[in-house]
Structure formats: structure tokens, C-alpha cells
């Protein structure tokens, strides 16, 4: 079946420091989601990528969907303490079923 | 306002015992689903359901049971069946191929 690996598991940054958390699925994906889930939270979607090559960003958050569709990262600019917590990537496939990551967990020293 | 609603919010099971966790959703969504997430650890999902009066088997579905009677509930019964039930559940929704809304979980503790 589909799986989808996400990297790192975990990620210890200075705030102010930049991060990136990286998505790889098994197979091509009609589209790609990110979720942050807070300390103690439950996920929050955040964003849907579509098109190959595709990228978009949301204020300090930029997100890239891989030209072949397998591959999928977000990267935070400067972190803040406002942004810990664990990030999911779920790749949607031909079979309309979504599949989630493991998830990035992050943490940030202030 | 639109949203997922869970209950309860804290659960605690005793050895032997069947509990049914309630999930009711007002965004008037097609799909609904349950996973399972225990600590440090992602999303599995244990069954969702497409449509009132269908639903399907996930990854970890043995040991649950669910119903979709009405298209707003998906309530979830943690059988005595789970051998191992203490974990975070989370119930979500979607319309079509548009991002998930979750709940805000229940917090399952065998005691």
C-alpha cells in the first residue's frame, strides 16, 4: 500500500532559525496536505498542494510539492516559540484515500 | 459555528469493558473518520465512512466497531476486543478531496 515517510522525526531549533520538514510518498499523489498539531491539540489543516512544481507560502511558511508529485517539504522562516508543535504531511492518492506522515515534531528554545 | 464535536474529552475504561465515543459533525461533510494516535506517535486510521449507512475497515480497525446512522454521527465503539484501547482518538471530516477538519479528541485510559 501508499506510504508516506516524513523527515526528521524530531527537530530542535534556536528561535530565529530557519527549519524544514521533508515529505517522500511510495507512489505519485493527486495532492498533498500539511497539518500542525499544537502540544496537547489536535491537527489543524493548513494547506493543499495540486500541481507539480507547486509552491505556496503563508506568511513565514513555504510549502513545495515536488515536480514528479512524490515529494513534498515545508519550511518555517525564523521560528518562533508560536511554532511548536508536530507537522503532518497526508498524500492523497489515485484511490482518493489520504495518507499521513509520521510527523516532524518541533521544538524551539527561546 | 461550524465544527467537529467529540465526547467525552476524557474516557476511562475498565479492564473488560466496551465505551462508545461520540463524534458529531454540523459542516454537513460526506466523509468522517477515526484514527487512533498514541503518544509521540502519527495518525492510524481505524475506519471512515464516505457515505450515511456505509463504512470501511481502515488499518487498525480490529477491536472498534462503528455506525454512520445519520450523516451528522460516527460514533466509535472500543470493544473489549483492544487489547491495548489507552491512546488519543480523533475524529475528523471532509468534503470531496478537501482538507480534514478535526475534532478535538478523547483521551482513552484503561484503568
Known amino acids: 500500500g501508499q506510504q508516506v515517510m516524513q523527515i526528521p522525526q524530531y527537530q530542535h531549533v534556536q528561535e530565529g532559525e530557519d527549519f524544514t520538514t521533508y515529505c517522500n510518498s511510495s507512489?505519485?499523489?493527486?495532492?498533498i496536505q500539511w497539518y500542525k498539531q499544537r502540544p496537547g491539540g489536535h491537527p489543524v489543516f493548513l494547506i493543499q498542494l495540486v500541481k507539480s512544481g507547486e509552491v505556496k507560502k503563508q506568511k513565514r511558511l513555504t510549502f513545495q510539492f515536488g515536480e514528479a508529485k512524490k515529494n513534498s517539504s515545508l519550511h518555517i522562516t525564523a521560528t518562533q516559540t508560536t511554532d511548536v508543535g508536530t507537522y503532518f504531511c497526508a498524500g492523497r492518492n489515485a484511490g482518493n484515500m489520504l495518507t499521513f506522515g509520521g510527523g516532524t515534531r518541533l521544538m524551539v528554545k527561546p | 459555528d461550524g465544527g467537529i464535536t467529540q465526547s467525552p474529552k476524557y474516557l476511562f475504561r475498565k479492564e473488560g469493558q466496551n465505551v462508545t465515543l461520540s463524534c458529531e459533525q454540523n459542516l454537513n461533510h460526506d466523509a468522517m473518520y477515526w484514527y487512533r494516535q498514541d503518544p509521540g506517535q502519527g495518525l492510524r486510521l481505524i475506519y471512515y465512512?464516505?457515505?450515511?449507512?456505509?463504512?470501511q475497515k481502515g488499518d487498525i480497525a480490529e477491536g472498534y466497531s462503528v455506525s454512520r446512522e445519520k450523516k451528522e454521527s460516527f460514533p466509535l465503539t472500543v470493544t473489549s476486543a483492544q487489547k491495548n484501547p489507552t491512546a488519543f482518538y480523533l475524529c475528523?471530516?471532509?468534503?470531496?478531496?478537501?482538507?480534514?477538519?478535526f475534532g478535538s479528541g478523547t483521551r482513552l485510559t484503561v484503568v
Open positions: 475528523a471530516s471532509s468534503y470531496k478531496a478537501y482538507g480534514y477538519t
Open positions: 465512512s464516505q457515505i450515511v449507512n456505509d463504512f
Open positions: 507512489t505519485t499523489l493527486s495532492n
